[in-house]
């Protein structure tokens, strides 16, 4: 069975400070990998994906996370956090069939 | 473009009352269509999925029921609702036969049964 487990309910970062979100996740194959944003109220936004190739994967917004397969590890990065970045994080995998499983979030807090 | 709509966007129901939650695709053919809950402080639960008009796979044991009646069209339903049904139900879509693809959301549905 497919799972994430994101370990980090909430974090709190300043303006102008980095961020990492931490994403595990258990796949008996080759994981297909994903990063999802939710402001409030709304639905959710591709930030990016990972299918194969390059580990570090590129995203909109600014955002990159980078695969690891030794740790099961697809980490959400971003050097300087805008204001604009508060919202809640998903991470998702999924493989050759119709599902994607999604973590139970990280909401992200920015202050000024 | 491909776009996906849900509505209503709010909706507050009575223990007891039916539901009818819709959710429409356009500007593509065919597409995977998922819709998911999620409850306060928790992810996404994936309640139903579908791959084709009558096709219906259900993910979790519920009150809940899904349609699709058009090839575009989802609709999630309930003929008595519980207090546990409240949450934020989001509907998605998938392009065919493209596993390695994203899901495309839509903007969501709160429920509150009071």
């Known amino acids: 069975a497919q799972s994430v487990t994101q370990p980090d309910i909430h974090i709190t970062v300043s303006e102008g400070a980095s961020l990492e979100l931490r994403c595990n996740y258990s796949?008996?194959?080759?994981?297909?990998l994903f990063w999802y944003v939710q402001s409030p109220g709304q639905g959710l936004q591709l930030l990016l994906k990972?299918?194969?190739?390059?580990?570090l994967v590129q995203g909109i917004k600014g955002f990159e996370a980078e695969f690891k397969r030794s740790q099961s590890s697809f980490n959400l990065r971003k050097p300087s956090v805008h204001w604009s970045d508060a919202a809640e994080y998903f991470c998702?995998?999924?493989?050759?069939?119709?599902?994607?499983?999604f973590g139970a979030g990280t909401t992200v807090t920015v202050r000024a | 473009s491909q776009t996906i709509h849900q509505w209503p966007a709010t909706l507050v129901q009575p223990v007891g009352s039916p539901l009818s939650l819709e959710c429409t695709v356009e500007?593509?053919?065919?597409?995977?269509l998922y819709w998911y809950r999620q409850a306060a402080g928790r992810g996404l639960q994936l309640l139903f999925y579908?791959?084709?008009?009558?096709?219906i796979s259900s993910e979790v044991p519920q009150n809940l029921s899904a349609s699709r009646p058009q090839d575009r069209q989802f609709i999630l339903s309930s003929k008595k609702l519980l207090l546990s049904d409240s949450g934020f139900y989001l509907c998605?879509?998938?392009?065919?036969?493209?596993?390695?693809?994203?899901?495309?959301f839509g903007e969501g549905s709160r429920l509150t049964v009071l």
């Open positions: 579908s791959v084709g008009i009558g096709q």
């Open positions: 998702a995998v999924g493989g050759g069939d119709y599902k994607l499983s």
């Open positions: 998605a879509w998938r392009r065919p036969g493209y596993w390695t693809g994203e899901l495309f």
């Open positions: 796949y008996g194959a080759t994981p297909y």
């Open positions: 500007g593509t053919s065919n597409p995977n």
């Open positions: 990972y299918f194969s190739g390059d580990t």
